[in-house]
């Protein structure tokens, strides 16, 4: 007895990499109607976001809160900025069981879009935050330099590790759909378990050495030499969250396309 | 067109944690005890081109199940489906349709996850809205449609892609009349093109017109087959079996 689908069914049907590409695009865009809404109070919205999130954080760092440190506004907001993708994202991947339970019901598509469409939405929620990276430098007075540039590469990790956590997520959001509050706390702990809130330099001993296991280490400090130190982030600090992405994607996306058929079961 | 379905042997199975709550397969082997139950076990039939085929029983009998299965929506855990043809499909009232999106913007995402290019889904919106007959309210978003009007917005889009083969399950019941015409004419036309219509539900009147063959599904098992008024008085005639099965606790 043969399990399982003929190729000849919706489900395996070999689609052009266009028509996935038009899957992606059309679940990002009902994810971003779900957030911004439509017409002209949307583009405003996208952009007061980020500062709703952070920039009131960031302005009381800034103005208020006289730390030590070298512009301590900019070096958190190296930090707060890439979470704030990071976490957006692994909240709303959580919970697309149940925000996408019509469609993973009614519809044979690949479910395997639904994590990448997650980010994809972030990333253009991330877009707008990066001003608040801009703000920053313009209060401390910290022109850009060429290392600037480092931004492209800094930002293309970022989000390649968010889309490589986004798969475990929904993972889990699946499996353990009771304990995503308590999943969202221990992420929320792995900014405070990297240099999140004072830069890596400040972190001194063992801590320092420890610190770095947190693949959110290297990205936060990446930001901060291309923004705030003005030079090339170290080689480590991209290559090991990269790694770490990929290494993410080795293992769960395997799992998540065995599990994307079963979906239906337990939406 | 030539739609077949061919099925050998079907069991889908569902598994249930400690608690009651359904898993999946690796989910499962995380959990220290899981039970599991078959919403379909050894369920063997064959639909060839231009049937139409009603699929009737109790509540918690395996249809919703089967329909599933056929869309591709749900995998099988046992035995051997084929399903030449491409699928329309409606499987519920809201039919994948997202509240906060306008008729329009649901438009968009059914067709396109249905298999058309974004620009073929943005060409036919005009069709929809006039097939389904919206008229403002394909502008509003689907929160604030009736069952009606949610099935009326679902059902064009899933047949807009010219389907080869139209699973319906139980949503044609919440039309009105008039779309009941659109819905019949529309499953006339694909029948007579060779492609097929398995529909579940409980009006069996309007089953009757669509479905010339009905299956009695008891127990996740066919425990009928034959022209549809023969299986439905044979239904109407045994005595209700108990709903045995998941989808209850499943939805």
Redesign the interface.
Known sequence: MRLGWTATTNHLRVRSPRAYWDMLIALAMADLRDRYGRGPARAVKWLIDPYAVAGVYLIFVAFIVHRGGEAPGLSVACAVVPFQIFILAMMAAMRLIRERRSLILDLDFRRVLLPAAVTLTETLGFAASLSLLALMMAVYGIPPTVAALWLVPTVAVTLIFTLASSYPAMLFGVWFGRLIPFALSALRILYFLAPGVVALSQIHGTANELIRINPLTGIFEAYRDALLYGHAPHAWELLYPLAFALALLAVFLPIFRSEQRHLAKVA | MTASISV??LGVR??FDSQR???????AK?ALRTSEAWGLRDLSLDIGPGEGVALIGATGSGKTTLL?VL?????????????????G????I?????P??TGR?NA???T????A??AR?KRQLDAIRERSGLGDSFELPASSYSQGMCARL?FTAATECDPELILLDEVHEAFDHAFREVLEATAQQVLAGGGIVVAAGHDHEILSRLCPRALLISNGQIADDGPFEQVRQGYLGEDSPEPRHVEGI?R
Do not use: H, K
Request: proline fraction near 6%.
């Open positions: 050998r042997g569902f598994l709550d359904l898993v999946t397969p690796m989910r995380l599933r869309a591709g929506v749900l995998p099988a855990d046992e035995g051997e489906i084929r399903v030449e043809g491409r699928p499909s409606m499987l519920s809201d039919a994948g349709l997202l906060t999106l913007e968009v995402l059914l396109v996850l249905g298999g290019s974004r889904a679902a499943a």
